[in-house]
Antibody, heavy 121, light 106 residues
Framework: EVQLVQSGAVVKQSGESLKISCQGS????????IGWVRQRPGKGLEWMGL????????RYSPSFEGHVVISADTSISTAYLQWDSLQASDTATYFC??????????????WGQGTQVTVSS | DIQMTQFPSALSAAVGDRVTIACRAS??????LAWYQQKPGKAPKLLIY???SLEPGVPSTFSGSGSGTDFTLTISSLQPEDSATYYC?????????FGPGTKVEI
């Protein structure tokens, strides 16, 4: 069974750093990209970027480039999303998703449960 | 950067009604368009991929159409469990932009 399990909810202060994780299981982790999606409270879905684990090939959406770092460690089948200095505007739920490059295959769409990040100023 | 728009932003309809949601891309995305359903506190669920292909397990009351820049999601007979927010997403490039969403109330 394919699963993406994300790290737990976290509360941070403005200016602190943070790294959240997404661990894949039940499939060949290196064969798929992992994407990250932000959802601010009461707002819509925003695609942040994605990483191809075996090559660390990373593509960022323009709105997020330079604000976050997406990475992966194939040895533990885990992808990461990290911030050097959090801001209150980073308060959101973050989802990871298994991505088949530039395509979607039937029955191949899997998502993590979401990680709630709260940043207090 | 491809921008996506959706309309309406919200709608209210009765059980059994036919509902249509529109999505427009700022440039052609060919047929690389998906539709997702999201319920509060849950991850998005894929309904339609490649503009009109139904994801396995999704009720046949859902259908998609369109190509290029204009797309539609249709729910042929609205059910109580269809109350959710619906998003289109282009995957013609790696930016994989979502539309702003359409909230459907029963």
């Amino acid at each position: 069974e394919v699963q993406l399990v994300q790290s737990g909810a976290v509360v941070k202060q403005s200016g602190e750093s943070l790294k959240i994780s997404c661990q894949g299981s039940g499939y060949m982790f290196s064969s798929y990209w992992i994407g990250w999606v932000r959802q601010r409270p009461g707002k819509g879905l925003e695609w942040m970027g994605l990483v191809h684990p075996p090559y660390s090939d990373t593509r960022y959406s323009p709105s997020f480039e330079g604000h976050v770092v997406i990475s992966a460690d194939t040895s533990i089948s885990t992808a990461y999303l990290q911030w050097d200095s959090l801001q209150a505007s980073d308060t959101a739920t973050y989802f990871c998703a298994r991505v088949d490059g530039l395509r979607i295959q039937p029955g191949g769409d899997f998502w993590g449960q979401g990680t709630q990040v709260t940043v207090s100023s | 950067d491809i921008q996506m728009t959706q309309f309406p932003s919200a709608l209210s309809a009765a059980v059994g009604d036919r509902v249509t949601i529109a999505c427009r891309a700022s440039q052609s995305v060919s047929s690389w368009l998906a539709w997702y359903q999201q319920k509060p506190g849950k991850a998005p669920k894929l309904l339609i991929y490649k503009a009109s292909s139904l994801e396995p397990g999704v009720p046949s009351t859902f259908s998609g159409s369109g190509s290029g820049t204009d797309f539609t999601l249709t729910i042929s007979s609205l059910q109580p469990e269809d109350s959710a927010t619906y998003y289109c997403q282009q995957y013609n490039d790696y930016s994989r932009t979502f539309g702003p969403g359409t909230k459907v109330e029963i």
